[in-house]
T-cell receptor, first 114, second 114 residues
Framework: TQTVSQSDAHVTVFEGDSVELRCNYSYGGSIYLSWYIQHHGRGLQFLLKYYSGNPVVQGVNGFEAEFSKSDSSFHLRKASVHWSDSAVYFCAVSASSGSWQLIFGSGTQLTVMP | GPKVLQIPSHQIIDMGQMVTLNCDPVSNHLYFYWYKQILGQQMEFLVNFYNGKVMEKSKLFKDQFSVERPDGSYFTLKIQPTALEDSAVYFC????????????FGKGTRLTVV
């Protein structure tokens, strides 16, 4: 059974700060890991995905995520946040074979203060 | 960029009635999905659909739920009859392929069953 855990329900930072949003997963096989952003009242927008290769994946708008097999983690980072980054961020996992549904974490609400 | 359109954005319906949620997926996409999000909670997988068939469904996809995409038109989610616990935001998504590919989400339809 695949599970995705986002330990922080809320993260608040100031504009220009760096931020790390945490994601841990549990799955025994080969998987895809991704991050999505959901602005208030909107659908999910894709940020980035990892399957293999370089464990640091670059995404849109200056976001990156780092895969760690030893920690079963895929944390999302941004060096300098903008107020428009305020949104809910979802980590997701999907299997590379068999089931192809996305399993989402519970989300982290990021609030960027001016 | 590519967009998934969902119609309507809001729907209020009496318990026991039938409702159909419509989704216009990204053109040339072949894989389609419905997800359910209760307010403030995580996105949960309902069903995926390919080549005219349901490929996977979760336990949330009750017998009252059905999906179809007749003749390449809208990808629809029908609930008949509706129950109070069906109140949620339903997100449609599509992708060109399964696996290592981006999944595009619509803005969601907020369904309120009264």
């Amino acid at each position: 059974t695949q599970t995705v855990s986002q330990s922080d329900a809320h993260v608040t930072v100031f504009e220009g700060d760096s931020v790390e949003l945490r994601c841990n997963y549990s799955y025994g096989g080969s998987i895809y890991l991704s991050w999505y952003i959901q602005h208030h009242g909107r659908g999910l927008q894709f940020l980035l995905k990892y399957y293999s290769g370089n464990p640091v994946v670059q995404g849109v708008n200056g976001f990156e995520a780092e895969f760690s097999k030893s920690d079963s983690s895929f944390h999302l980072r941004k060096a300098s946040v903008h107020w428009s980054d305020s949104a809910v961020y979802f980590c997701a996992v999907s299997a590379s074979s068999g089931s192809w549904q996305l399993i989402f974490g519970s989300g982290t609400q990021l609030t960027v203060m001016p | 960029g590519p967009k998934v359109l969902q119609i309507p954005s809001h729907q209020i319906i009496d318990m026991g009635q039938m409702v159909t949620l419509n989704c216009d997926p990204v053109s040339n996409h072949l894989y389609f999905y419905w997800y359910k999000q209760i307010l403030g909670q995580q996105m949960e997988f309902l069903v995926n659909f390919y080549n005219g068939k349901v490929m996977e469904k979760s336990k949330l996809f009750k017998d009252q739920f059905s999906v179809e995409r007749p003749d390449g038109s809208y990808f629809t989610l029908k609930i008949q009859p509706t129950a109070l616990e069906d109140s949620a935001v339903y997100f449609c998504a599509s992708s060109a392929d399964r696996g290592n590919t981006e999944v595009f989400f619509g803005k969601g339809t907020r369904l309120t069953v009264v």
